[in-house]
């Protein structure tokens, strides 16, 4: 995507891809985004809130149809955490498996966190890079199941999401921007918070949920750049 062209490789990982590792820094004020840079932060205090409320559900305003749509109006707001870099100066490309890794914490027993992945264009068009729901995790199954492990209160948890698969350029003047949502509804059910399976609009739980951007709770994205081929 984004230079419209196939590459082809006889191995995969794709030959010559390094892990490049971006860390989230919260935004400077709310309803900002934070940024995405390239040293771990500094200070050992430090998170993004988002207000997770079950009845009310972030929700995908393309209803989940697959393909490429500009999500522009996916915007930093109570329930949804948006990270960005700077400008590319020069184009990069990223061919296979992108890793989120958050560091989280929450005022509910239970949670689901999304993670998707934006080409931003300097015209301000966001493409998705690949169809919503394939970085998603419910923080009770965070070590895979069968058996579900609850979030204590005051627990930081560390979620990490690896089946997020893309191939994208961006070119010089782009941006890749994370968004951080606790549920993107209607695509998957969604998840009542109080540690139970069963949804009843008189037994959810809303809560906050904290993505840690400190030294001491660290958020990060690792993307698997290679040299960028041809035209």
Do not use: C
């Not at 984004?2 to 919260?26: C, V």
């Not at 994208?168 to 949502?181: D, E, M, S």
């Amino acid at each position: 995507m984004g230079a419209n062209r196939w590459r082809t490789a006889d191995r995969w990982p794709f030959p010559g891809t390094r892990a490049d590792t971006l860390y989230l820094e919260s935004p400077a004020a709310p309803g900002r985004a934070g940024r995405l840079v390239k040293g771990p932060p500094a200070g050992r205090r430090g998170g993004t809130i988002l207000h997770s409320d079950p009845a009310h559900p972030v929700t995908d305003p393309f209803e989940g149809r697959f393909g490429a749509h500009d999500y522009r109006a996916l915007v930093p707001g109570p329930g949804v955490a948006v990270f960005e870099t700077a400008p590319f100066a020069a184009p990069v490309e990223i061919i296979g498996r992108v890793v989120a890794e958050l560091a989280v914490s929450a005022s509910v027993r239970d949670f689901d966190l999304w993670v998707q992945l934006y080409d931003v264009a300097p015209d301000g068009t966001a493409w998705n890079l690949s169809t919503p729901g394939t970085a998603l995790q419910r923080a009770s199954y965070r070590e895979g199941g069968p058996e579900r492990r609850l979030v204590a209160p005051g627990e930081t948890v560390r979620l990490r999401m690896d089946r997020l698969v893309t191939a994208n350029r961006f070119f010089a003047g782009h941006r890749l921007r994370v968004v951080i949502t606790p549920a993107f509804a209607p695509l998957f059910s969604v998840n009542p918070q109080t540690g139970t399976q069963e949804f009843e609009s008189d037994s959810v739980r809303a809560g906050e949920i904290r993505i840690g951007t400190g030294a001491g709770r660290v958020s990060r994205i690792v993307l698997p750049v290679v040299a960028t081929g041809g035209r």
